[in-house]
Nanobody, 123 residues
Framework: QVQLVESGGGLAQAGGSLRLSCAASGRTFSRYAMGWFRQAPGKERERVATISGSGYMIYYIDSVKGRFTISRDNAKNTVYLQMNSLKPEDTAVYYC????????????????WGQGTQVTVSS
């Protein structure tokens, strides 16, 4: 059974930084894509970033390109999301998710989810 535990959320000022971490257990970590999603109040969940099992393929939603960096440490079974130059519109609950294969291009490809961590950015 896959378990994903996020940490690192909190309150930041606009222009500040936060780093989210997600520790995974239950499957061979390096075989599966990992993703970060977010859901703001009243909005649909959106995929923020995805990284392949190998770490060589990465996807970002346009609104975070140049500000957020997804990375993974397969030795530690952990995926990270470094968030810089934060904006109030980044405020959301952020979820870590594990894909069903080494690379996923759609949200439906992610079958295991963490509990979420709140990120709040004040202006």
């Amino acid at each position: 059974q896959v378990q994903l535990v996020e940490s690192g959320g909190g309150l930041a000022q606009a222009g500040g930084s936060l780093r989210l971490s997600c520790a995974a257990s239950g499957r061979t970590f390096s075989r599966y894509a990992m993703g970060w999603f977010r859901q703001a109040p009243g909005k649909e969940r959106e995929r923020v970033a995805t990284i392949s099992g190998s770490g060589y393929m990465i996807y970002y939603i346009d609104s975070v390109k140049g500000r957020f960096t997804i990375s993974r440490d397969n030795a530690k079974n952990t995926v990270y999301l470094q968030m810089n130059s934060l904006k109030p519109e980044d405020t959301a609950v952020y979820y870590c998710a594990q894909g069903q294969s080494g690379w996923e291009t759609m949200a439906s490809g992610f079958g295991s989810w963490g509990q979420g961590t709140q990120v709040t950015v004040s202006s």
